[in-house]
């Protein structure tokens, strides 16, 4: 099993800052590509930024500029940060991460892959 936690959401001013930190933990073997997407009231899920393992990184054309995402590889950990922040950014916040996972089970130890989804963390940005 793994499991992400989500930290650094909370309420802001518009312009203002805020750093998401998402720390993954369990029976990892490695991970691929970590990410984050979000999900506003009345709108669908969309992507944010997502980082690969070897630091090669995309963005939302609407977050471009403003938004930078950076992992930690040691630390199992991804970031973003999010610098001048404006209403359409409140959202749910949401950290996801592609595996590789290493299992006990009573034919011995296996590895596979699967995508792992924090609980979200709230960010809201007054006007």
């Known amino acids: 099993q793994v499991h992400l936690v989500e930290s650094g959401g909370g309420l802001v001013q518009a312009g203002g800052s805020l750093r998401l930190s998402c720390a993954a933990s369990?029976?990892?073997?490695?991970?691929?590509?970590m990410g984050w997407y979000r999900q506003a009231p009345g709108k669908q899920r969309e992507l944010v930024a997502v980082?690969?393992?070897?630091?090669?990184?995309n963005y939302a054309d609407s977050v471009k500029g403003r938004f930078t995402i950076s992992r930690d590889n040691a630390k199992n950990t991804v970031y973003l940060q999010m610098n001048s922040l404006k209403p359409e950014d409140t959202a749910v916040y949401y950290c996801?991460?592609?595996?590789?996972?290493?299992?006990?089970?009573?034919?011995?130890?296996?590895?596979?892959?699967?995508?792992?989804w924090g609980q979200g963390t709230q960010v809201t940005v007054s006007s």
């Open positions: 996801n991460a592609d595996v590789s996972v290493t299992a006990q089970s009573a034919m011995g130890v296996t590895t596979y892959w699967g995508d792992f």
């Open positions: 369990g029976s990892i073997f490695s991970i691929n590509d």
């Open positions: 980082i690969d393992s070897g630091g090669s990184t």
